[in-house]
T-cell receptor
Framework: EAGVAQSPRYKIIEKRQSVAFWCNPISGHATLYWYQQILGQGPKLLIQ????????DSQLPKDRFSAERLKGVDSTLKIQPAKLEDSAVYLC??????????????FGEGSRLTVL | AQKITQTQPGMFVQEKEAVTLDCTYDTSDPSYGLFWYKQPSSGEMIFLIY??????QNATEGRYSLNFQKARKSANLVISASQLGDSAMYFCAMRPTGNQFYFGTGTSLTVIP
């Protein structure tokens, strides 16, 4: 079974530039999450999708961050314009329906963003 | 309010010894799941172990066991016979009713040869 795919793995940009991250979840997983993990901290939820609908985006800085999940499969997270404090690892995760085994999160390898 | 607390920023353990990583949680939901993840320096989050709130027995997965004390709202991870490859960040997480996950701030474990 293929895992959660993310790209790019690394990205370096200057502040005020834009960047986009892509995520393809595990096949059949309806729920997709984007987390931001700043160095030394735990993952912070940015947005959660159920199929192609947004379940929770309360912590997404909507003035600069946007995300979409077209057709309920893969997803794109965009930052425009980037700030220095956006330097972090952006983790994509997916999970099967609750009640299926343990329902744990399956994570991708993450996209490490450095804003100069 | 849903909250996960990990009070140990860093821990050291001698190789082949056991170590306990602390985790306490707060939720008013009667049904929830508790998870531990390992994050090595490569960055990927690796699922280790799961405990359901209604499970009567503590979960075990190989060298990992979860010391679940429901009344104290604690879900400590015990790693037995530590190996050098266990050096990593460890995160406790909770999934109450619904699909949201709440993560702690993590504990950095260093295994000393």
């Amino acid at each position: 079974e293929a895992g959660v795919a993310q790209s790019p793995r690394y990205k370096i940009i200057e502040k005020r530039q834009s960047v986009a991250f892509w995520c393809n979840p595990i096949s059949g997983h309806a729920t997709l999450y984007w987390y931001q993990q700043i160095l030394g901290q735990g993952p912070k939820l940015l947005i959660q999708f159920q199929n192609n609908g947004v379940v929770d985006d309360s912590q997404l800085p909507k003035d600069r961050f946007s995300a979409e999940r077209l057709k309920g499969v893969d997803s794109t997270l965009k930052i425009q314009p980037a700030k220095l404090e956006d330097s972090a690892v952006y983790l994509c995760a997916s999970s099967p329906a609750r009640g299926t085994d343990t329902g744990e999160l399956f994570f991708g390898e993450g996209s490490r963003l450095t804003v100069l | 309010a849903q909250k996960i607390t990990q009070t140990q920023p860093g821990m050291f353990v001698q190789e082949k010894e056991a170590v306990t990583l602390d985790c306490t949680y707060d939720t008013s939901d009667p049904s929830y799941g508790l998870f531990w993840y390992k994050q090595p320096s490569s960055g990927e989050m690796i699922f280790l172990i799961y405990q359901g709130s209604y499970d009567q027995q503590n979960a075990t997965e190989g060298r990992y066991s979860l010391n679940f004390q429901k009344a104290r709202k604690s879900a400590n991870l015990v790693i037995s016979a530590s190996q050098l490859g266990d050096s990593a960040m460890y995160f406790c997480a909770m999934r109450p009713t619904g699909n949201q996950f709440y993560f702690g701030t993590g504990t950095s474990l260093t295994v000393i040869p």
